[in-house]
């Protein structure tokens, strides 16, 4: 390996254990604290009669903001780790799923910051950065000769457009996440008592916010990915499946932006369309496990 | 106005077919339905997709009963059936009844929005902020004015008795944003349309070096092959090979450029990929007078005769002197069995055959053998051959191209920045409105605010932090009606501490 690439690798292995220990943070702050009150009454049998009644409440603050603190050194590392890899290969790590994620894990460690930053909702991190360091343990988990830059084929070597469509993706799928994060704490704000969460209106306008970021951004990586492959193959659109699996996440953002804007929608039905977009990006993210066709070849 | 005129006047009796158009157009119109229509296109995209992976197949492992569906589903290719194609339509149709709908509406609040207000309205908002003040009327009137219009909003006012409502807006465009999206959804179908009617796509190209071929499809272009280049590696396979070649646009040169494999060239809407490439025969053919009838190269090899079928063979067609000419050149190839080739032609021979076009004979059936049926020529000799003099000059070389020709293109862009454009104005300029009341009093006037933000978050934290401002610039602190969740804003949060 060469130097630059190992040294990519050590600062993202630095960066999965700081976004692992940040996650951990943000789940106990998260959860909150659970008190147990125990109220013992002395009978007049002589018995004495003990019942405990639990109360839950806002988690330790203390642990949210090692959490941010975490979170920044991991999104430092992540970004480092982009960087020295994008000067060792002389193009934007966007070739193959190794440095995808890569890409991903920074973006979302760096979204997260900004709506953190934005809204003061820390507890969105429980999900944001399980979601950054599962994808840490993803890299992990990927054969270890694609941490080597390989050179292109000749088909991805568009770079400056191939590297804002892959780019426009990755990063709406930061965004994605996020939405996905703030629906779910939706659902429990409006279902359920929990007073230590920020308000369910809130939490619906983080989710809204993080999609009018993040729907411009997949639109812009459909227009470019089509002209890509106009480049590439001469066509437009050939109804590939990954293709058609990116416009079927497009859609159901697409129907989640209509039922903001209905009465009765609005709210929970709204947030379970955002957890099943999560479901579609994932479907294409990973879309390369399930489909063949034209952009098989970007290693898996 | 348009809508409260059309509240006015119920007609008293409407025919059936008016109640029904009413219907449709109504069901068009409505978000619901369109939900409803986008979830069932999401749902085929889906089904489309799936199709193209194991998916299905794994459904029909798990759950043999269910093979029959699947192979059908295997089968259905959605993205050309009739029922995707009908979804696309009603989607279409509904945008533009949807627009058609709303636009008078939301033109209407952004030229003449409603000024006045109620004491009612701004009692019942979830959200509001009251400052008494010691000021007059007019002095406070023109405070809160002044910020507003400093903080971009475009002010109006308007006096009910001794009161002054106040209507403040702030990107009012905002609304308008989504109709050059959802046009160029529109516009992404008729691109589609346009280019699969119009444009076409060519995967053989052919023109011989030095010679100049139609395009055709209506395109009015064609294109001239300067000089066909190959690079070969030391094991004799193609490494890179090099069109160069001129565009014209009807008959005037328009581009000239190289085509490579990975780099096509492309005019217009036209673009041309190199494919392949092989031999031609530069032929002259002139008829007794010694008028040129054909001075071009003939591509050899694209097909072979049945009765020769190693060696490479071309095709001329004349139809002016209804004739078409066959050319069969040597086999070269060493790998080919001797036995099939009845010609023996050695290099620098070309064997020509002559007969009607139209003939019921098909070049590939010419019938081989020399004297009546066949001559072989020998480069740079004229021979006379069923009336027309022929002269095979020298060997070229011909060039195959890929073009594709996408009229579409041109929409596809303007749809791309209406999409892009749009969804930047609807979302990073949202509409924000204020509605107020200047109430004069015994000490001072008596200012009243709220915005219009009921379910929206940013609305409400915007109005806050036009709060902020409005204490230090009428000098009172206000009094503030806020939602129950105070410790979402800052300004409630500071507030408090
Ligand atoms: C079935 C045909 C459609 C109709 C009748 C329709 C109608 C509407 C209407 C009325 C709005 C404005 C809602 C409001 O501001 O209150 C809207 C917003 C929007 N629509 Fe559509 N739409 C259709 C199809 C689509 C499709 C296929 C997409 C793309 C996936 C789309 C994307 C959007 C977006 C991004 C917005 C902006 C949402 C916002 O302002 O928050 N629409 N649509």
Not at chain 1, 120 to 130: D, N
Not at chain 2, 428 to 457: M, S
Request: glycine share 8%.
């Amino acid at each position: 390996m060469d130097g630059l690439v190992r040294l990519s690798f050590y600062l993202f292995a630095a960066s999965s254990m700081a976004l692992g220990a940040a996650a951990v943070c943000y789940i106990v702050f998260a959860v909150g604290r659970v008190r147990v009150l125990r109220h013992a009454m002395a009978t007049d049998t002589g018995m004495t009669v003990t019942s405990t009644s639990t109360h839950v409440e806002a988690g330790p603050i203390g642990f949210a903001r090692w959490g941010t603190m975490l979170t920044a050194f991991g999104a430092f590392f992540a970004t480092l780790a982009v960087v020295t890899r994008w000067s060792a290969a002389g193009h934007f790590p966007l070739t193959n799923m190794y440095e995808f994620s890569l890409v991903f894990v920074a973006f979302i460690s760096w979204v997260h910051l900004a709506f953190e930053r934005m809204y003061r909702v820390r507890q969105l991190g429980a999900i944001t950065l399980t979601a950054a360091f599962g994808m840490t343990l993803y890299i992990w988990s990927l054969p270890a000769d694609m941490r080597e830059v390989n050179p292109l084929i000749p088909a991805l070597q568009y770079n400056s457009i191939l590297t804002f469509h892959v780019g426009a993706a990755v990063l709406s799928y930061a965004t994605f996440t996020v939405a996905f994060a703030a629906a779910v704490f939706y659902l429990i704000a409006a279902n359920r008592d929990v007073a230590w969460l920020p308000s369910a209106e809130m939490l619906d306008d983080v989710a809204f916010r993080a999609i009018t970021i993040g729907f411009p951004l997949f639109t812009i990586n459909l227009i470019l990915g089509s002209v890509w492959a106009h480049e590439a193959w001469g066509t437009y659109w050939q109804w590939d499946p990954k293709e058609t699996a990116a416009l079927f996440t497009w859609l159901v953002y697409g129907v989640y932006l209509h039922t903001r804007t209905l009465r009765g929608w609005r709210g929970n039905r709204s947030a379970y369309i955002l957890i099943f977009g999560m479901a579609a990006t994932l479907f294409t993210y990973y879309g390369n496990y399930f489909f063949g066709g034209l952009h098989a070849y970007g290693g898996v | 106005m348009a809508d409260i005129s059309a509240r006015t006047s119920p007609k008293p009796s409407r025919s059936p077919i008016e109640v029904g158009v009413d219907r449709i157009w109504r069901f068009f119109c409505s978000v619901r339905a369109a939900v409803a229509e986008i979830s069932f296109l999401t749902l085929l995209v889906l089904i489309g997709t799936l199709r193209g992976s194991a998916v299905p197949q794994w459904i029909a492992d798990a759950i043999p009963a269910t093979q029959g569906f699947v192979d059908r589903w295997y089968a259905w290719d959605v993205f050309r059936s009739g029922i995707f194609a009908a979804t696309l339509a009603i989607i279409a149709i509904a945008i533009i009844v949807c627009t058609l709908n709303r636009v008078p509406g939301i033109w209407a609040t952004i030229s003449h929005p409603k000024v006045t207000t109620t004491h009612g309205f701004l009692r019942g908002a979830e959200t509001s902020a009251t400052f008494q003040t010691a000021q007059d009327s007019a002095a406070l009137t023109s405070s809160v004015t002044d910020l507003l219009g400093k903080k971009r909003f475009r002010v109006l006012t308007e006096k009910v008795g001794d009161e002054t409502h106040i209507y403040a807006d702030k990107n009012r465009m905002a609304k308008l944003g989504t109709f050059p999206f959802h046009l160029a959804l529109i516009l992404l179908l008729v691109g589609g349309i346009v280019a699969s009617v119009y444009g076409f796509r060519d995967q053989e190209f052919i023109i011989p070096e030095g010679s100049r071929r139609n395009v055709g499809h209506g395109t009015g272009l064609s294109v001239e092959l300067n000089r066909f280049r190959d690079t070969w590696t030391e094991v004799g396979i193609p490494s890179q090979y090099q069109s160069e070649v001129t565009i014209y646009d009807g008959n005037t040169p328009a581009k000239s450029g190289s085509i490579e494999v990975n780099h096509p060239l492309t005019y217009r809407n036209a673009t041309f990929y190199q494919s392949s490439f092989g031999n031609a025969a530069k032929m002259l053919i002139t008829d007794p007078n010694g008028s040129v009838l054909y001075n071009d190269a003939a591509e050899m090899g694209i097909y072979t005769l049945r009765g020769n079928p190693d060696a490479p063979a071309g095709l001329i067609r004349l139809p002016e002197q209804d004739v078409q000419i066959t050319i069969v050149a040597p086999d070269t190839n060493p790998t080919s069995q001797p036995q099939l080739d009845q010609l023996q032609l050695r290099s620098g021979e070309l064997w020509v055959h002559v007969e009607p076009l139209g003939g019921n004979v098909t070049p590939i059936n010419t019938p081989m053998g020399t004297g009546e049926d066949g001559v072989v020529i020998t480069q740079g000799q004229p021979a006379r051959v069923g009336g027309l003099n022929l002269t095979f000059e020298r060997e070229t070389r011909f060039t195959v191209l890929q073009v594709g020709y996408n009229p579409g293109i041109p929409i596809f862009i303007i749809a791309a920045f209406l999409m892009v454009g749009g969804l930047a104005i609807t979302f990073y300029f949202p509409h924000r409105r204020i509605r107020g009341i200047v109430t004069p009093g015994p000490v001072g006037a008596t200012l009243k605010l709220a915005p219009l933000a009921k379910r929206d978050w940013s609305g409400k934290r915007d109005f806050f932090s036009l709060l902020q401002q409005a204490r230090e610039v009428i000098g009172v602190q206000p009094e503030v009606k806020h939602p129950a969740n105070a410790n979402d804003y800052d300004y409630l949060r500071n507030a408090a501490t």
